[in-house]
């Protein structure tokens, strides 16, 4: 595996051809760029998502040149507070041009899931996310191994399947148990 960090990791995101594919399976973030628009949420107050916008721009460049960007979310229910803000965050990737689905944990056998998440590019390349003990984002690892980028496009399957669109789930009885 190959460790790309910064501009390295960012590229990825510019030279992929049909597809990005992004799965998460941690309720969870703690990343220092998200702490104070969290803590926002938190107190009920205005986000006006400038720390979020080079994300949101880099998302409508790739998805208006026919690319595709799509993520699914595997979260506990109920929903902690991450979860909730999260739900609120989508609503903007996906006026960028993400397809974001979630699937609740408990409707899908742990074992059917990777332990950590990952980005799957164009059905080829794996890139595990690797977050600092302290929440920093410290890059991607990245693989071609046909081993781990068929078990990756296995599990991207599974979770896409059973998995419900954004507007769907904001819609169901997960988010308000």
Known sequence: MNLLQGEAFDVLFRTFEREAFHLEVQDSYHTPEESGPFQLFLSGQPDDLAWHKPWLDLIREVTTSGKRVTRARVVTVPHGDYTRWGLTVA?????????????????????????????????????????????????????????????????????????IPHQQYRASDHVTA
């Open 91 to 163: 609503e903007h990737n996906i006026a960028a041009g993400e397809d974001i689905r979630w699937l609740p944990r408990h409707l899908i056998d742990a074992a059917d899931l990777t332990t950590d998440d990952y980005w799957l590019f164009d059905n080829e390349r794996v890139v595990f996310t690797i977050f600092e003990p302290g929440g920093q984002f410290a890059g991607g690892a990245l693989t071609t191994d046909p081993v781990i980028v068929a078990h990756c496009r296995a599990v991207r399957d599974r979770v896409w399947e059973r998995a």
